[in-house]
């Protein structure tokens, strides 16, 4: 069974950095991916940065390429996304999400999720 585990998030002020975690277990192999995705209220999901864990291959959003990167963990079941430079715009649920195969950063492309993070922007 397929388990997503998310967890750093909270307040920041416009400018600062957060770092979200994200941990997966159930796949036997490395052929699958880890993304972010967020929703703010009112709005629709939508994918933030993703990362294929066999060979680290990257997709952002315009929004926040330059500022956020994800990355691999030493546990290679774990990834990350480094947030700099935050802007009120950033404030969402975020969540992590995950599924086997070669993955782009689609919502509909993602089977498994956590329960999502709050990150909240404000000064």
């Known amino acids: 069974q397929v388990q997503v585990v998310e967890s750093g998030g909270g307040l920041k002020q416009p400018g600062g950095s957060l770092r979200l975690s994200c941990q997966v277990s159930g796949f036997t192999d490395d052929y699958y991916g880890i993304g972010w995705f967020r929703q703010a209220p009112g709005k629709e999901r939508e994918g933030v940065a993703c990362?294929?864990?066999?060979?680290?291959?990257?997709y952002y959003a315009d929004s926040v390429r330059g500022r956020f990167t994800v990355s691999i963990g030493n546990a290679k079941n774990t990834a990350y996304l480094q947030m700099n430079d935050l802007k009120p715009e950033d404030t969402a649920v975020y969540y992590c999400?995950?599924?086997?195969?070669?993955?782009?950063?689609?919502?509909?492309?993602?089977?498994?999720w956590g329960r999502g993070t709050q990150v909240t922007v404000s000064s």
């Open positions: 990362i294929n864990m066999s060979d680290g291959d990257t």
């Open positions: 999400a995950t599924a086997w195969g070669r993955l782009r950063c689609g919502v509909h492309e993602y089977d498994y």
